[in-house]
């Protein structure tokens, strides 16, 4: 029900899913929790959220049993209610970020670089900082993207080319 309230707010699935899978503050009637208790409620929660976009993806065919963790479930429906609180209220509304990046700022206190830290297989493996990767994420996007653009325009040239040897051979 609130997932369906969250999303008619403008806030769609996906990006309720990117919220709970980054969210590591936990409500305020659950902020007792802490250590390796606060880590698998947090657990509980994207297990929950998980199950609830497949059931919505999917329609009612799970089975009630696989709803069974009471506690997870009280979790979860304690911070979508903070979530759709804080959408209700205008949250991230004017925001030129996604609807999660916001809400993990606003809700979660993350700092912006935190949301937008770069990760990337290859950069990820280098010994550098976090600074030096999102000075070397734009060359790297950039290797990237011309790769796909020469890929591109090499099959549109070999096409191309068969296409012309194809009609120049029937012509004889």
Known sequence: MVMAEIQGLD?????????FKAAT????????LEGQEKEDALASVRNVVELMVKVDEDGDKLPVSYFKDFRGLQLTQAMMFDL???RRLGGGQDAEQLPHQAALQDIQRYKPED????????????????EQKFE???AVEGVAMNAVNGAVWGS???GLGVLVLFNFARGF
């Open 11 to 19: 806030f769609p699935r996906r990006e309720v899913e990117l919220y």
């Open 25 to 32: 503050k936990l409500p305020k009637e659950w902020a007792g």
């Open 84 to 86: 759709w609180r804080w």
């Open 115 to 130: 949301i937008e830290r770069i990760t990337s297989s290859l950069l990820d493996s280098l010994p550098i900082s976090d």
């Open 136 to 138: 070397m994420s734009g």
């Open 156 to 158: 549109i040239v070999v």
